[in-house]
């Protein structure tokens, strides 16, 4: 199975501000016949299901604030969140759809500082 | 526009077998790359990835739950179908079932639905 381990747990941030998640891969998650990266981000608000923010590492999902990008490559991920807005503070996974079984990481919890 | 639902029992005994609906529309489970997962979440934890039904009818399964899943399809009635035997206390979990196409993994969720497992 691959382990997806996000950094760090918990993160508060000030409105405004950069938000950073990292999110580390047991192995690499990059498919070389189309050198895409099988890794996904999505955010989850208290009683809502997770939100498809990031596919294939870096490409935003359609309606998704530009001010959330991914970046990575291999096995090392990161969810950067440019400015961060009160409507922002949820718990981020990453997600490895590279091989079965898919696996999530344990999530990080975004507050407002 | 993308829709899909879960249904099924809130409360299991413990040993009892689990079975949950995920009615959907919007979407062919006939298609091409497209198909249809299930996911849990044990309250204040993470996600964890339970079964796959793909288009080709192609099935997979968390390993660590093989021997209890089954993932089925009624393509008349647009659902799927998952099945979890000797359900404990610890499969307490909201159950959500999600649309999967291979560029983007799990793109459209339901809203999940809360089972409980206790006597």
């Known amino acids: 199975d691959i382990v997806m381990t996000q950094s760090p747990d918990s993160l508060a941030v000030s409105l405004g501000e950069r938000a950073t998640i990292n999110c580390k891969s047991s192995?690499?998650?990059?498919?070389?016949?189309?050198?895409?990266?099988?890794l996904a981000w999505y955010q989850q608000k208290p009683g809502q299901p997770p939100k498809l923010l990031i596919y294939w590492a870096s490409t935003r999902e359609s309606g998704v604030p530009d001010r959330f990008s991914g970046s990575g490559s291999g096995t090392d991920f990161t969810l950067t969140i440019s400015s961060l807005q009160a409507e922002d503070v949820a718990v981020y996974y990453c997600h490895q759809y590279y091989s079965t079984p898919r696996t999530f990481g344990q999530g990080t919890k975004l507050e407002i500082k | 526009q993308i829709t899909l639902k879960e249904s099924g029992p809130t409360l299991v005994k413990p040993t009892q077998t689990l079975t949950l609906t995920c009615t959907f529309s919007g979407f062919s489970l006939s298609t091409s790359g497209v198909g249809v997962g299930w996911i849990r979440q044990p309250p204040g934890k993470a996600l964890e990835w339970l079964a796959l039904?793909?288009?080709?009818?192609?099935?997979r399964y968390s390993p660590s739950l093989k021997s209890r899943l089954t993932i089925t399809k009624d393509t008349s009635k647009d659902q799927v179908v998952l099945t979890m035997t000797n359900m404990d206390p610890v499969d307490t979990a909201t159950y959500y079932c999600?649309?999967?196409?291979?560029?983007?993994?799990?793109?459209?969720w339901g809203q999940g639905t809360l089972v409980t497992v206790s006597s």
């Open positions: 039904f793909y288009w080709n009818d192609d099935r």
């Open positions: 192995q690499s998650v990059l498919y070389s016949s189309n050198y895409k990266n099988y």
């Open positions: 999600a649309h999967r196409l291979e560029s983007k993994s799990f793109d459209y």
